[in-house]
């Protein structure tokens, strides 16, 4: 077949929208929602305690440029691109998607993915995203990385959601205390209820949309969390996430949070294994001498 048959031919799948799962057909109870809504996973690890978290907390701050992260007023975030923010937006939508797109790739490549997106549909238009064909979706992606497989995941989320509520809204998670009486794990539950979107997702909107509370495990942190002797060797990184989010003080999840990926994309000193460069929480770690912290590169699990 020649290069432009092929091209053809794949176009054509992209507009099958019978490429995209139903969301009029739920599956029974998913292996992620099974995990958030169980204890801590490591009851009998107490790592970390409040006080290795305040230290680490205190360590990072010092070296960290600027003044330590606080939460965005929601008047300051109304015109970021929620690509390169994880999710820092007032619509919970557009939060969710814009940390979709900047799941497995750089937050250049994010931003760049998300401004195309409101480029070619208009922000905040979700009805035309969902109803555009698949292929338009996937060409405004395409230099985000993954286009395909995130394309397909974001229409799918809005038929869900459309599906479930008869709108293209989830403000209705957005509604703050003392009106609206919904926990964490009530939020975090429907959140984690579409297709595509996992624990480290849901918190991330969670704490940097809806104002919540709670500990959003990235690559960086989850790395981090291992060479800090935060949690077990053998932790996984949605294990991680639920066993640091009980255990961090919840006025710590915010700054500490930003912190730690800060400090994950920039030090060379703990990236790789046996560099001589400096890094300040490998040497907390030496100070402490305890037992079973490892710091080695942790093989990340997505």
């Known amino acids: 077949m020649s290069r432009a048959g092929a091209s053809t031919r794949v176009a054509d799948q992209l507009k099958d929208t019978s490429l995209l799962p139903s969301p009029l057909h739920p599956s029974r109870p998913s292996k992620k929602l099974k995990l958030q ?3 801590d996973p490591f009851p009998n690890f107490g790592h970390p305690t409040p006080t290795e978290v305040r230290e680490v907390f205190e360590l990072l701050s010092t070296s960290f440029k600027g003044p330590v992260p606080a939460r965005s007023s929601r008047a300051s975030i109304q015109t970021k691109n929620t690509g390169a923010t994880c999710g820092d937006s007032p619509n ?5 998607i814009g940390t979709i797109l900047s799941q497995n790739t750089s937050s250049r490549n994010s931003s760049t993915a998300k401004h195309a997106l409101d480029t070619r549909f208009g922000k905040h238009n979700f009805a035309a995203i969902a109803d555009a064909p698949l292929a338009d979706v996937v060409e405004a992606l395409r230099r985000g990385g993954l286009a395909n497989k995130k394309a397909a995941t974001i229409k799918n989320l809005l038929q869900e959601i459309k599906a479930k509520h008869g709108e293209y809204s989830l403000q209705h998670l957005a509604s703050t205390p003392p009106s609206d009486v919904r926990s964490n794990g009530d939020i975090m539950e429907e959140l984690m209820s579409y297709d595509g979107v996992g624990p480290k997702t849901a918190a991330c909107v969670l704490l940097f949309c809806i104002g919540r509370d709670s500990f959003a495990v990235d690559t960086h942190v989850f790395r981090l969390s291992k060479m800090l002797g935060w949690v ?4 996984d990184r949605i294990k991680t996430q639920m066993h640091l989010d009980r255990r961090i003080p919840d006025e710590l999840k915010y700054g500490l949070h930003v912190m ?4 994950g994309k920039a030090c060379k000193g703990c990236k790789r294994e046996g560099t ?6 490998k040497a907390w770690v030496c100070s402490k001498h305890v037992e079973g912290r490892d710091t080695k590169p942790a ?3 997505e």
């Open 260 to 263: 730690m990926i800060r400090h």
């Open 37 to 39: 809504s169980s204890a």
């Open 232 to 235: 077990p060797r053998d932790a």
């Open 92 to 96: 919970v939508i557009d939060a969710l």
């Open 276 to 281: 001589k460069r400096v890094c300040i929480l």
């Open 299 to 301: 093989t990340t699990v």
